[in-house]
């Protein structure tokens, strides 16, 4: 038995939201129960104490969608002409990038990340991978190092056209090796799930194929969906339909879908993903960053779609991609009042529920029979804390990198700063090594 007490508590639990001085006692990798520190002391008196001396114990964080190959883009130097739009932007960086990547730097990107989901208290994460010539074993690679580092993950592999026909199907067979080896391993800590780039790269012909492989498997797709323009320039003048519709009527929409980004949709797509139950999964840094325009969040939400958020590979830290969002609606509808409300939703209960169509085990509150992932991040509030203020004390006051304990499934990854899993130094001067190499291969 852990105890993770002495500290205010936010829960995330409506039946039970907040404990001035709580505690949680977590059996094996589940949590057993929640209560103030000295009633469970008293009950588990040979349990293991962490000692949260007073700061926030809150449920681990959920990262929506990332790539963690994008760790070797960090500083890369940049060997072609700057990117004027976007599209430019994919073939100048990202497609170079991971054509470059080997399986042992597919390794070392995603462990590297990885260690950065525990320094910044996240313990879940949905990733959407690439390396063109190197598909083969590549999501069993980052499974690999995401049960070394004891973070629960979702993988899939980023089915295109845009290597050719061999590489495409390479990638094929890889999201269905890896659904099938994740569902039969039944551990619940690893969930395959089927990728796709995004529409303007998948043939007609590709998506069949897609569609005729994953069969009866109840996985879902992950996908880019309308992230820029050109995907619905090209989707209407190749096949005379907008993307989500197209997407439609290849079976891509449904239940366990995650649709990435969703800017440039209109209503009547937003229509078909509210009717078919697929989810959002909004990135506002990336968005801003790749200058692609800015998802109409107010209006998916106010149809009731399951939307959650990500960071899209720029960073491990959700608390930033919290700020980010919420800052960018504000300017974007020209209102300070406006996603008081939908962001802290969609970080903090609609990525558990994301999550509970991959995982059986429940995540993203304290309450018992959820998972044992608990952070205790480092703020002392200059003004009262309660479950009513805690979204507007993390927004203003702390950070990814305010947390200073990080339990997953019950086990301690992170204590006073630092790895208990894990020897940092020694894996980040392996991956300088190895990205040195991918650099000189871009």
Known sequence: MLLIGNGPTIT??????FLPDGCVAVDGALIAE???TAEMKGKYPGARFLDAERNIIMPGFINGHTHFYSTFSRGMPGKYPPAQNFAEVLD???WKLDKALTL???????ITALVDCVKNGCTTVIDHHASPLHVAGSLFEIEKAARLAGIRASLCYEVSDRDGAEIMKQGIKENVDFIDHAARSQDDRVAGMFGLHASVTLSDETLALCREAMGDRDAGYHVHVAEGPADQEDSE?????????????FGITGGKSLFIHCIHLNDKELDVIGQ????????????????VGCAPLLKICERDILTGLGTDGYVSDMLQSYKMANALQKH?????????GEIPTMLFENNAKICARYFKTPVG???AGYSGDVIVSDYNPPTPLSDANINGHLLFGTEGRSVVATVAAGKVLMRDRRLTELDEKAIFAKAREVGAKVWEAV
């Open 276 to 291: 078919t139950g697929t989810a959002i999964i909004h990135n506002p840094e990336s968005n801003m960053g790749n200058a």
């Open 34 to 36: 929640v209560g103030d």
């Open 365 to 367: 509150k304290l309450a």
């Open 237 to 249: 003048a190749k096949y005379k339909k907008r993307v989500v519709e197209r997407f439609r009527d």
């Open 12 to 17: 995330r639990d409506e039946n039970n939201p």
């Open 92 to 94: 100048r960086l990202w």
């Open 332 to 340: 974007h509808n020209k209102h300070p009042n406006v996603a008081w």
């Open 104 to 110: 042992e730097g597919v390794y070392y990107s995603a």
